[in-house]
């Protein structure tokens, strides 16, 4: 079954601040474990969250079932690095192409081929890695059955 393309944007951008982030070679399961950990270290910082959840897939290990992911959180002040977690001031996606994914993990690299074709043929050459502004709360990440999220790519330029 193919995921029917959305209107892919161009010159699209996003910005998030004070982020805690922090970049993980795991399993759908340590994801949570890692998830709670984080949400558990900013509670105690007395930090909330402002935006949504930002993830960036780097690598797919499909005979391990693991993922390199990075994941950043968007919050009302900048947190102290710790451990694992490291504090970013901003993420700024400028010149971008966007657009909007519903539908299970598993079409992603699909759904990528699609942008990268849309792209060749409109003479646009983009760079990884891709980034998932999801809509909703990722719990596991990569090992939930479906996202929904705004997907945004960098352009290069000519």
Known sequence: MKMPMHEIRENTGYTANNLITFREKATASQLQLIMGELNDYIKSTGAHRTGCIISTIHTLYMATGEVDVEVF???DREIPSCGKFASRGVLELDDCLATYFNGAYCFLPEFYTD????????????????????ARDPD???????????IYVRTKES
């Open 115 to 134: 942008i990268y074709r849309w792209a060749k043929n409109n003479k646009i050459e983009i760079e990884q890695p891709f980034y998932i502004v999801h």
């Open 140 to 150: 596991a990440l990569w090992g939930m059955a479906s996202v929904e999220a705004e």
């Open 73 to 75: 959180v968007p919050l």
